[in-house]
């Protein structure tokens, strides 16, 4: 059975800074923890009671803080290797340490746009408080419909974390658009059974956001896409009705993203499409005449069918960026495959080539600029890459980040985390905050050393060039916002993060 | 023993076939036969989630990328026996090819 990872950590009587194990966003069967996780677990816990204990701190708010952070990249140096990270000794104490070693003592100094974040509408949670499984399993569970909806998506997201604005990001949702009698439906009518976030509700949360905030905080991806309107008889795109949504989500919803998903099928045409098909062709040109040019598009993470699954490979990236120059494809999870779900033998089953760094599917997406060094409308995004990486094995993440970078660009790399899969993203920014890849993988894959300003490139400034944000504007109106002043009084009254992640592990016992 | 190469995601639909549907059969394509041949029916539905081990603390089947479209255990026996009857008709041929 999977549960919850902060379900499970509860039960296990685990409080981690860092997820200890990978988390399954629902794109991939979850795996086992391996041993050296479960080391470092056991070194978080152990080490973490001890300084809160020296510090005479609780151990659950010490943590919630960036000193409990440095005490689980220590553990991560103590399994992995001495030197991944760079944490000083005096960091699990000094809270000012820390803070000079991740921003040089200037607050702040990255502007944060995470450009893959989630909530539901708790659909997806359905009856759980009710369910057999919930009476049976014999400890204290939070209502998780709460614990990943909206309301605790601000939360974790601003009050939780350095984040400045986020990007929510779609699902392969598609909205019904007429009753029976012909009437246009409006917001909830249009959410088929078991949808969980439906355009219209990003935009109605996006729009509820910024309101609150008195300020910018928020963006919205739509979700329509080439297949989400079918002639079922004549086996075609619904030209007519794909055109009637895509007004309606630019002008009404005011959309600033698509998002596609090519390897799902919400309107039941039996396929999937390509980047570089016929339709997706068409819907490009369709959206460019409105303005619209930018597409994020789900690739790697994918499933067993054999008709649909390979949709997924970042393959037909190549054609469609060459043929669509002006037109930006924002590739998400650095289209990292992840299609086993073997804890320990991960490399080997992703391919993983020492030589190389390369691994399933990633290298496709790298061989696409490889083969194409022209291509400047592509941009490798990093949810549940980076940080996936970064708990399975550090030295992947090394890699990972390294091809990204050495192969697009510091300045087509893209923030995001796929949070609140991961709870709330502090602990991932703090971990890029930090990161660097080592003198020896620079040496032997001709990696650069990540400088502070491809940090502030990657962290928000790329994004921010996708999207049209003004930073300097957002640096002096954020500050200034309720949400801000929301976030300082919940900090001066103690408001701690929980350390939950939402995605799903194996329950153990 | 090799297992055959099971195709219940190919075959023609036994209903108006949702991508979640196209993906549970892909999923029942990937059970060993061995272990689709200890279902019963008769199995109460805590007794088929502990059975399959791949069901949520939330009663539903973890299946990946299917976000439109929850997998509930009465979604689940409908295809299980589906697929059965499936292997029940090409077992023989396929393992004789196999």
């Given at each position: 059975m999977w549960i919850r990872k902060g379900d499970r950590d509860r039960a296990q009587g685990v409080d981690s800074p860092i997820p200890t194990q990978v988390v399954s966003n629902e794109e991939f069967i979850p795996r086992p923890q391996t041993e050296k996780q479960k080391q470092v677990e056991q070194l978080i816990m152990e080490d973490g009671t001890a300084n809160a204990k020296k510090l005479n701190m609780s151990r659950r708010a010490y943590m919630a803080s960036s000193l409990g952070l440095a005490t689980a990249f220590l553990a991560q140096n103590k399994v992995f290797g001495a030197g991944l990270w760079d944490v000083g000794k005096e960091e699990p104490f000094e809270l000012a340490a820390v803070e000079q070693k991740l921003t040089g003592g200037k607050k702040g100094k990255y502007f944060i746009i995470d450009v893959q974040s989630h909530f539901s509408n708790?659909?997806?949670?359905?009856n759980f408080r009710n369910s057999e499984t919930a009476k049976n399993m014999g400890f204290q569970l939070k209502n998780d419909g709460e614990a990943y909806a909206f309301k605790n998506f601000a939360k974790e997201m601003f009050l939780d974390s350095e984040?400045?604005?986020?990007?929510i990001s779609g699902v392969p949702t598609r909205e019904e658009q007429r009753a029976a009698d012909g009437r246009v439906l409006i917001d909830a009518e249009?959410?088929?059974?078991?949808?969980?976030?439906?355009s219209w509700l990003m935009a109605q949360k996006r729009t509820e956001l910024n309101q609150m905030a008195g300020s910018q905080r928020a963006l919205c991806q739509g979700?329509?896409?080439?297949?989400?309107?079918?002639?079922k008889e004549t086996s075609t795109i619904d030209r007519a009705a794909t055109i009637e949504q895509m007004e309606r989500e630019i002008?009404?919803?005011?959309?600033?993203s698509w998002k596609w998903?090519?390897?799902?099928d919400p309107a039941r045409t039996g396929n999937g499409f390509q980047l570089d098909d016929d339709n997706a062709q068409w819907f490009i040109e369709e959206s460019r005449k409105r303005g619209k040019k930018l597409f994020s598009v789900h690739k790697?993470?994918?499933?067993?069918?054999k008709k649909l699954g390979?949709?997924?490979?970042?393959?037909?990236v190549e054609q469609a960026a060459l043929r669509n120059p002006d037109v930006n494809f924002v590739i998400y999870h650095s289209?990292?495959?992840?299609?086993?779900?073997?804890g320990e033998n991960w490399k080997a089953m992703n391919d993983?080539?020492?030589?190389?760094?390369d691994f399933l599917w990633h290298k496709v997406l790298m061989d696409v600029k490889r083969k194409?060094?022209?291509?400047?409308n592509v941009y490798p995004e990093i949810g549940s890459f980076f940080n996936t990486l970064v708990v399975q094995d550090p030295i992947m993440a090394m890699h990972g980040m390294g091809l990204n970078i050495k192969t697009y660009g510091a300045d087509h790399v893209v923030w995001g985390t796929d949070c609140l899969w991961w709870g709330s993203p502090q602990w991932a920014i703090e971990a890029f905050q930090r990161f660097q890849i080592s003198d020896e993988l620079c040496e032997k894959h001709g990696y650069k050393k990540i400088t502070e300003e491809d940090k502030a490139k990657i962290f928000g400034l790329n994004a921010a060039r996708l999207y049209n944000v003004d930073v300097n504007a957002q640096r002096k109106a954020l500050p200034a916002d309720a949400l801000e002043r929301i976030r300082q009084t919940y900090l001066q009254r103690g408001g701690q993060r929980d350390?939950?992640?939402h995605g799903w592990v194996r329950r153990l016992g | 023993m090799q297992e055959p190469a099971w195709d219940f995601e190919g075959?023609?639909?036994?209903?108006?076939?949702s991508e979640t549907g196209i993906n549970l059969c892909a999923y029942f394509d990937a059970m060993s036969d061995a272990q689709l041949q200890t279902?019963?029916?008769?199995?109460s539905d805590q007794e088929l989630m502990a059975w399959d081990g791949n069901f949520t603390s939330e009663d539903t089947?973890?299946?990946?990328?299917?976000?439109?479209e929850d997998v509930d255990v009465q979604m689940y026996r409908r295809f299980i026996e589906q697929c059965i009857r499936y292997r029940n008709s090409v077992r023989h041929r396929l393992s004789s090819a196999a």
């Open positions: 708790a659909g997806p949670v359905g984040t400045a604005m986020v990007v249009r959410t088929p059974r078991g949808a969980i976030l439906p979700n329509l896409a080439p297949n989400h309107y079918w002639n002008e009404v919803y005011r959309i600033d998903y090519c390897h799902t790697g993470y994918s499933y067993q069918s390979h949709l997924a490979n970042p393959q037909d289209a990292l495959k992840h299609g086993s779900s073997d993983y080539n020492p030589e190389t760094g194409n060094p022209q291509i400047d350390n939950d992640a | 075959q023609p639909p036994f209903e108006e076939m279902y019963r029916p008769s199995l089947l973890l299946l990946p990328c299917c976000e439109s």
